[in-house]
C-alpha cells in the first residue's frame, strides 16, 4: 500500500514535471507544507520526539483551507488577490498553534465564518453572474438554484434509498447516526481517487477516535487493499462494521451498520456525481473546475504523504 501512495504522488509529480520546472517546484512546495501542516504528529512519532508539533491540522481543515484559498485567488496570485486569503489563512494558523494556551475556539469559529462567507461572495460574483449569461447545453429545465429537474430527482432518490436502509439502522443503533453522517460528509470530501479517501478517513474517524490507529490500518486498510471495488466503499464498510460490532460484540450488528455505511458510500458517490454531471454539461466553459483539480491533487498528495508516515509507524513501532 505504501508503494501504492508513493506512486500516487510520484505521479502527480511527474505529471507537473511534464508541464514546466516552474509548476513542479510549486507542487514540491506544496506536498511539504501540506505535509508539515498536517503530518507533524505522526513524524514526531516515528523520528522518537516526545513533544506536540507547532501545526496539528486536520485533513478537513486543509482542504476547507485550500478550496478558500483556490476559489479566491483562481489561481492568479498577485499581491492583491492573495492578501485577503492570507491574512484569513495566517490567523487562523496563528490559532492553531495559540490554541496550547489560550482559549481561540471562539476566535477560530469567527474566521471560518468569515472564510465562507467572503468564499460564496467571491464565487457570486465571478462565477454565478457569470453563469447567467451562459446558455445551459441541452434541454435542461432549471429549477431550485438553478440546478436542472432532472438533476434534482435523481439526487431525491438517491436521498430516499438512503433514508430507507439507514433509518432503521439510527434508531436500532444509537451510535449509526454519528457514524453515516461522518460516512457522508467524508464521501463528500472524497475528491483526488480512491487512495486519496484514506486521508479524508483518517481525519474523520481516526483523529476523532472513532477508530484506533492501529486497527484502521493494520487490518483495516490491509484487507481493503486487497480486496477489489471502490475503496471508499470498502473502507466505509469497514468502518461500519468495526463500530457495529462494537456495541454488543456482535456480528449481526457489525454487518447491519457495515450494509449502512455501503448504502451511504454509494449514495453519496451518486448524488456528487448527479451534481458534477449537471455543472459539466452546462457550465463546462468555467474554468473552476480545472482550476480545483490543477491545485487540489499536489495537496492530496501532501495528504498521502502523512498516511504514508502513519503506515510507516505501524510497522515501525511494533519492532522497535
Request: proline residues 3%.
Amino acid at each position: 500500500l505504501i508503494y501504492l501512495l508513493f506512486r500516487y504522488i510520484c505521479g502527480i509529480a511527474n505529471e507537473a514535471m511534464q508541464e514546466s520546472r516552474k509548476r513542479f517546484g510549486k507542487v514540491l512546495l506544496i506536498f511539504v507544507s501540506v505535509f508539515l501542516l498536517c503530518g507533524g504528529k505522526n513524524l514526531y512519532r516515528l523520528m522518537g520526539i516526545h513533544g506536540r508539533p507547532l501545526f496539528v491540522l486536520s485533513t478537513v481543515s486543509i482542504l476547507g483551507l485550500a478550496l478558500f484559498f483556490i476559489l479566491w485567488t483562481q489561481g492568479r496570485y498577485s499581491v492583491k488577490r492573495v492578501l485577503v486569503p492570507g491574512i484569513l489563512i495566517g490567523a487562523y494558523l496563528a490559532c492553531v498553534c495559540l490554541e496550547r494556551h489560550y482559549e481561540v475556539a471562539p476566535v477560530k469559529g469567527i474566521l471560518v465564518i468569515l472564510m465562507i462567507m467572503v468564499t460564496i461572495g467571491k464565487l457570486y460574483v465571478t462565477y454565478i453572474q457569470r453563469m447567467k449569461g451562459m446558455h445551459a447545453v441541452g434541454s435542461i429545465g432549471t429549477t431550485l438554484f438553478g440546478i436542472g429537474k432532472e438533476t434534482i430527482g435523481d439526487i431525491v432518490v438517491w436521498l430516499c434509498f438512503l433514508a430507507a436502509c439507514t433509518l432503521p439502522m439510527i434508531i436500532l443503533f444509537s451510535p449509526a447516526a454519528d457514524y453515516l453522517l461522518k460516512g457522508m460528509y467524508s464521501s463528500f470530501l472524497s475528491y483526488g481517487g480512491g487512495d486519496a479517501y484514506l486521508t479524508v478517513a483518517d481525519g474523520v474517524f481516526v483523529d476523532t477516535g472513532m477508530v484506533k490507529e492501529g486497527v484502521f490500518y493494520q487490518q483495516l486498510v490491509a484487507i481493503a487493499n486487497v480486496l477489489p471495488g471502490s475503496i471508499l466503499c470498502k473502507i466505509l464498510t469497514g468502518v461500519g462494521y468495526l463500530i457495529g460490532y462494537g456495541i454488543h460484540q456482535n456480528i449481526i450488528d457489525g454487518i447491519l451498520i457495515a450494509f449502512s455505511g455501503f448504502v451511504c458510500s454509494i449514495c453519496a458517490s451518486g448524488i456528487v456525481y448527479s451534481i458534477g454531471d449537471y455543472l459539466c454539461k452546462n457550465f463546462e466553459q468555467l474554468p473552476l473546475f480545472e482550476l480545483i483539480k490543477r491545485w487540489l491533487h499536489p495537496i492530496i498528495g501532501g495528504l498521502l504523504l502523512n498516511v504514508i508516515v502513519a503506515l510507516l509507524n505501524q510497522i515501525w513501532l511494533p519492532m522497535v
